[in-house]
């Protein structure tokens, strides 16, 4: 077994963490798990109140706001993702995907249903690549802006600023994150202290403020703004942007330590900011420009500006690092063309890095700061993704609660139905944003879900038609007999994707060289709807006869394939790698369609197909024992 493997054959968080341990990943979560959310507090309040949809400041309107961003963390990070959806794990891991997976696990007896299922978990995933490149601009030209209360003239540099400083993260992923990782949590202790104690300093001023945790001001307030206040509750959706990162990232901390760190500070810190805000407007309206660096003395605006930079670096980085974890399991579900997927850790099979993807987001987040050039203009691009997002989370959970849990059938739709009406409301609310920047994770994600739809449809038909050419082995014995072929010393090993009959690159080879080595492994990967395998059931072994072997080798959707570290199990009976030749097939795909797939899609999964990464790197084989045997198929 290998170091990464044996670190993590059993990732599910199987005992309860205590003591000095729990306290460690409580303040390890801190920096990854709570980011995002934790730095809300620099946009939230001020697009109510100062956005393209915000609301006249007044005492019914401020009261009105905060009771909802009360409630709206409550009901949607308390109720639905800690209390509900975070005991679906998958293995311990959470996501979209791994939601997907499991929900989709029940549904083997309906396909339509199942496959549905996971287009919803894929389009969810897809959406989360926009969130990628939004949250890293918006987060970070928010901590930025505090320039404009702190250094006025300085005003012009702050998207230079931003724009070096997300260049710099980017280029950092390279070196991983264990470094840094180490200081990520005290960071975030630091700043999560500093929102609560910014709060405090203004509520004591105000402290009739508190009241608006009464729900009568929220409903006096929709019902007395009508429609604007519909509306604003785009703006109160931003309060819980980053709340799907708590399950997203479950398989890091587990459960526990996340729903420990979420009730005894997180919460408590941002809520007390937030309502810190509210009294500070009602003192004074004309800080609405940027109530967050308002509430701050005069001598602290310097290194609260810092402090928030590198609170905004940290969310960054959790989210890079999300869409980098989504691209494997992509990848290993059979959704995108393999691609480089580099491990910064020996020991931490989390910590990876995925080069295309970080330059791809690194270009797009740019783009996004020179072409919106302020978190006032981002906000309204921001919502959206992640709205939708949680609206189909809810929909997967649905199933699992029951099918899985085996829930009533009132029970499962009931709680759906409740959550579900709090989702399209927000929803709703940002769907009037669309126009002025809402279209933009939309079409991300709509790209990337045609992306995806197109591999898997693609390597589907081509399976279907290399299917028809499979020969049973019973029929290449008979033909081995018949043409009185020679056995050559050594092994070979065909990789295949079909567990069944003979590999394709083993028919072409016979009919062209009219020998068979004496030792032949066929080799199959299978990527199970689990995160991971347990090492006793990695390996299946069959003895085929005449010199035959056939493995099959099961991973899940958050490992990697290693066929070096495979064949060299004690429990795979096989000579040593550094003797056996390996032969892939390489389909050259013709795009000419009318085979299930318009020529234009047909054209597309060929690009993806050429510039997939070679399965020599992928699976780690010996590249200087690798035989590959190409074949053209018109799709």
């Known amino acids: 077994m290998s170091e990464r493997e044996s670190a993590h054959g059993g990732h599910a968080h199987d005992k309860t963490p205590t003591g000095k341990y729990l306290a460690a990943l409580c303040l390890a979560s801190l920096g990854v798990v709570f980011g995002d959310i934790g730095t809300s507090p620099l946009y939230a309040i001020r697009e109510c ?4 949809h915000s609301v006249p400041i007044n ?43 499991l929900a989709a696990q029940q549904e083997d007896h309906r396909p339509k249903l199942k496959r549905l299922i996971m287009m919803f978990g894929l389009f969810g995933a897809a959406l989360l690549y926009g969130d990628g490149m939004i949250t890293p601009a918006i987060s970070v030209l928010g901590a930025v802006e505090g320039l404009q209360v702190a250094a006025p003239s300085l005003s012009h540099y702050i998207v230079p600023i931003t724009v070096v400083i997300l260049i710099l993260l980017f280029s950092f992923q390279r070196r991983g994150t264990a470094g840094v990782g180490a200081v990520f949590g005290p960071i975030s202790l630091v700043w999560f202290s500093v929102l609560a104690l910014l709060g ?29 206040g519909f509306i604003v509750m785009g703006s109160v959706f ?77 969310a960054s980085q959790a989210v890079i690092s999300g869409a980098f974890s989504i691209t494997r399991q992509a990848t290993m579900l059979g959704y995108w063309p393999r691609m480089p997927i580099l491990h910064t850790s020996e020991k931490e099979i989390g910590q990876i890095y995925v080069p295309t993807i970080n330059w791809i987001l690194m ?35 649905y199933f699992v609660a029951r099918h899985r849990w085996g829930w009533s059938r009132w029970a499962s739709g009931g709680l759906t139905l409740l959550l579900l009406s709090v989702d399209l409301t927000f929803f709703s609310g940002n769907v009037v944003k669309i126009s002025q920047g809402g279209w933009f994770p939309l079409t991300i994600a709509a790209i ?139 389909e050259i795909v013709l795009a000419e369609g009318g085979h299930g797939m318009g020529r234009w899609r047909a054209w597309l999964f060929s690009i993806l197909s050429q510039n997939a990464v070679r399965p020599t790197a992928f699976f780690n084989i010996p590249k200087d024992r690798v035989m590959e045997i190409s074949s053209q198929i018109s799709l």
């Open 59 to 101: 005492q019914a309107n401020i009261y009105g706001v905060l009771s909802l961003v009360f409630w709206s963390m409550n009901i949607v990070i308390t109720l639905k993702y800690l209390a509900y959806v975070m005991r679906a794990d998958n293995r311990g891991e959470g996501g979209e995907l791994a939601l997907a997976a």
């Open 49 to 52: 109140f100062h956005g393209s």
């Open 200 to 228: 405090i300093m203004q509520i004591a001023q105000h402290p009739a403020i508190l009241a608006a945790v009464s729900p009568t001001y929220a409903l006096a307030f929709l019902l007395g703004s009508k429609h604007i």
């Open 363 to 397: 270009v797009a987040t740019i783009g996004l700061v020179l072409g919106f050039g302020s978190s006032a203009n981002l906000a309204a691009a921001y919502g959206i993704a992640v709205a939708t997002t949680m609206v189909i989370t809810t929909i997967l959970a």
């Open 448 to 586: 990337v879900f045609l992306l995806m739809t197109t591999w898997k449809k693609g390597r589907m038909l081509l399976w279907e038609q290399i299917k028809e050419t499979i020969v049973p082995l019973e029929e290449f014995y008979r033909r081995m007999k018949d043409d009185h072929s020679r056995r050559v010393p050594g092994t070979a090993v065909f990789m295949t994707s079909n567990s069944q009959g003979t590999p394709p690159a083993l028919v072409h080879n016979f009919l062209h060289n009219h020998v068979v080595h004496k030792q032949v492994v066929l080799l199959t990967i299978v990527t199970e709807e689990q995160p991971y395998v347990e090492n006793a059931q990695r390996v299946k072994v069959e003895e085929l006869g005449h010199g035959f072997v056939r493995l099959v080798a099961h991973y899940g959707f958050m490992e990697d394939p290693d066929v070096q570290d495979l064949l060299s199990r004690k429990d795979t009976p096989t000579p040593p790698i550094t003797s056996a030749t390996f032969f892939l097939g390489n």
């Open 238 to 314: 931003l309060v819980v942007t980053g709340g799907e990162a708590l399950y997203a990232d479950m398989g890091h901390f587990g459960a526990k330590p996340i729903r420990l760190t979420w009730f005894f500070l997180v919460l408590p810190a941002l809520l007390l900011n937030y309502f810190g805000q509210g009294a500070l407007l009602l003192a004074n309206p004309e800080a609405v420009e940027n109530p967050f660096y308002n509430m701050a003395p005069a001598w602290a605006l310097l290194p609260l500006l810092l402090l928030a930079t590198c609170a905004t670096v940290i």
